[in-house]
């Protein structure tokens, strides 16, 4: 999934396990829209709208939640549509729709490890991320340096990791060190 898949869509979902890069594709996505908002998931909408007020820089004389929810989803109504709000690492997708009911006119980006899509109203984009294939695993552990692409101990590397994106990325930079090979990264590992 390339950050074009998200594009166009008001609402999108990325999901996927531990080490995909959901967190680093939702960066690159917002780091590409003038404005945009960042929080975390949380166990209920109220409690994600709270996390945004403080990131808005919302204040409330009441301290009571419902209230400070309330003021982050009249900010959200009052926003343009050009806004991008980001909720990293929910963990339940039967929150996603009404979250999206409280966004207003915000676009928003979701990451998840949740992979229950059949929940999502069929107005939210989801995509699905999976580890990489064994080719791509060891094109991206190349990356840094092309010095050490023909060695089959690459493929090694890229499975002792399970082909996460993430890992493979670092990994890569490790390779591109002066003297290291992959052989020597194998046996470090």
């Known amino acids: 999934v390339h950050t074009q898949a998200v594009e166009g869509h008001r609402f999108a979902v990325i ?20 404005k945009g908002v960042w929080t975390t998931g949380g166990d209920s909408v109220d409690q994600m709208l709270v996390s945004l007020a403080g990131v808005l820089g919302i204040t409330q004389a009441s301290s ?8 982050a989803r009249l900010a959200l109504a009052r926003m343009d549509s050009d806004v991008l709000w ?7 997708l039967g929150l996603v729709n009404e979250l999206v009911n409280s966004a ?11 992979s229950r899509h ?18 791509p695993a ?7 340096n092309q010095t050490h692409c023909g060695d089959p101990v690459l493929e090694e590397i890229a499975e002792s990791v399970g082909r996460l994106p993430l890992a493979l990325e670092m990994l ?6 002066p003297l290291q090979n992959p052989a020597g990264l194998l046996e470090e590992m």
């Open 15 to 34: 999901s996927g396990g531990p080490g995909t890069g959901k967190s680093q594709l939702a960066a690159e996505y917002d780091n590409g829209v003038e």
């Open 138 to 144: 060891t094109q991206l552990l190349c990356s840094r």
């Open 118 to 135: 059949h929940l999502l109203d069929p107005m939210v984009s989801y995509h699905h991320l999976n580890v990489l294939l064994p080719g």
């Open 172 to 177: 890569s930079i490790r390779l591109a060190q």
């Open 64 to 71: 009571e939640s419902k209230s400070i929810a309330e003021g």
């Open 86 to 92: 980001v909720v990293d690492d929910l963990r339940d």
């Open 104 to 114: 207003g006119q915000a676009r928003v980006l979701i990451t998840t490890r949740d």
